[in-house]
């Protein structure tokens, strides 16, 4: 009777894991074209707005910047209120963000729109807990299909986010891309509806890989000590800053040698196209070949995203090399997640989550503002440049710990 009591509760947890699933994955879809509008004109309006041309991409550092700095008060509202009335607070934040970025248009106002993109990036603090959320209460089998499905919401975004560009950009001819960012507060009003619907997954100590010691709570200092966790932050840092810090150049580069914005919109779009799309299956692949290797393979193609820049000036050039960042970034990022989710127990998941996105996305942060420095006194060859040291670095950690493992494992 036991046995059975548990499959049945077993069969209704996993029921609304992929609920939940479904869920965030159309959440991810709609909030996910906020970033793609705001790295797509932020460097342009940037640019239109701010005296100093090195300063054109300071509204998509910010944006970044935001992210980093609303993830730890984003862990405490969500410990505080859930997940779901926390990200139907996170909408709000989205709505507001992106009427201030409209109206800093209309005023010419530098400052306030760099104001906006950082409480949109506030916003995706909370959207980039979506993969986490998807996997809360769930075995750990399946939490990489988990996290995989919920990225392929990006693949939507790739669509909506540079359409919406497309769309509004010269509607209002006096205000370039003010009506843009009136888009952008819509689609935070779209998901509303969406996140409404979310359940509250019961948290188990059997969805835990530790789950013989998931009663005992470890302290942060000791989790973060873990080469695994250390290893697994890493690969996730240069992951995401390395496409950041490209991406954010890429519109620019793309314009200074003679492409022109429709160019720049559509390599973002192909980029997030080969971001997302991997996700279908990303998920599988980790199962089949373990997340350490996945993760590799993305820091690999990351590597040859940046060759393949540095061959050409050509519109072919860009495209090529954005669709290899993005697919490195794919297999790089969801490996990187599958294996903080690895290093934690039940009762620890929200600190070590926390801290994982907080040093992710202060390196992110990081990245995006030094991108328009570099490309202004360096050059596009010189962006990509950096993307190899830093590759190669967590590459040889990956390495040397699964030859430890290795080891450890045949003693």
């Known amino acids: 009777m036991a046995s059975q009591a548990n499959q049945a509760s077993q069969a209704n947890q996993d029921q609304t894991s992929w ?42 550092s910010t944006y970044q910047l935001g992210i980093a700095l609303g993830t730890i008060p984003a862990a405490m509202v969500m410990s505080r209120f859930g997940r779901r009335n926390s990200y139907l607070l996170s909408a709000l934040i989205a709505i507001l963000s992106g009427l201030v970025c409209a109206l800093a248009i209309y005023l010419s106002s530098f400052l306030l729109f760099c104001f906006g993109t950082l409480m949109a990036g506030s916003y995706a603090s909370y959207v980039q807990s979506f993969r986490f959320a998807a996997t809360d209460g769930a075995r750990a089998d399946i939490r990489p299909r988990l996290i995989s499905w919920v990225m392929v919401g990006g693949l939507f975004a790739a669509f909506i986010g540079p359409q919406v560009v497309l769309s509004t950009a010269d509607m209002m001819t006096e205000y370039p891309n003010l009506a843009t960012y009136l888009g952008l507060a819509a689609l935070g009003a779209c998901v509303i509806p969406i996140l409404y619907f979310l359940r509250t997954p019961t948290i188990d100590s059997s969805a835990s890989s530790h789950a013989g010691t998931a009663n005992e709570v470890r302290s942060l200092l000791e989790i973060a000590s873990s080469p695994q966790f250390i290893i697994a932050v890493m690969a996730g840092v240069v992951s995401y800053s390395l496409m950041s810090f490209i991406m954010t150049a890429a519109p620019l580069a793309m314009m200074h040698h003679g492409h022109d914005k429709a160019d720049a919109a559509l390599g973002i779009r192909w980029h997030i196209l080969a971001m997302y799309t991997p996700s279908f299956f ?34 072919s050039h860009f495209w090529i090399s954005l669709i290899l960042l993005g697919i490195g970034w794919n297999f790089g990022f969801i490996g990187a997640t599958a294996m903080v989710t690895d290093c934690y127990r039940p009762a620890e998941r929200t600190k070590v989550q926390t801290m994982n996105d907080f040093l992710v996305f202060a390196s992110v942060a990081m990245s995006s503002f030094s991108s328009g420095k570099v490309l202004a006194d360096s050059g596009w060859h010189a962006v990509n440049a950096l993307i190899y040291p830093a590759v190669a670095v967590v590459l040889a950690l990956l390495l040397v710990y699964s030859r430890i493992g290795r080891k450890v494992k045949h003693s």
Do not use: C, E, K, W
Request: no cysteine.
């Open 19 to 60: 609920h939940n699933a479904r869920l965030l994955t159309v959440a991810q879809a709609i909030s996910g074209a906020n970033p793609a509008i705001i790295i797509t004109t932020g460097g342009l309006v940037g640019h239109a707005l701010a005296n100093d041309p090195s300063l054109a991409t300071v509204p998509v």
């Open 282 to 315: 990303t998920g599988a692949l980790i199962t089949r070949f373990g997340s350490r290797t996945i993760t590799a393979l993305g820091l690999l193609i990351l590597a040859a995203s940046g060759f393949i820049a540095q061959m050409g000036m050509d519109i």
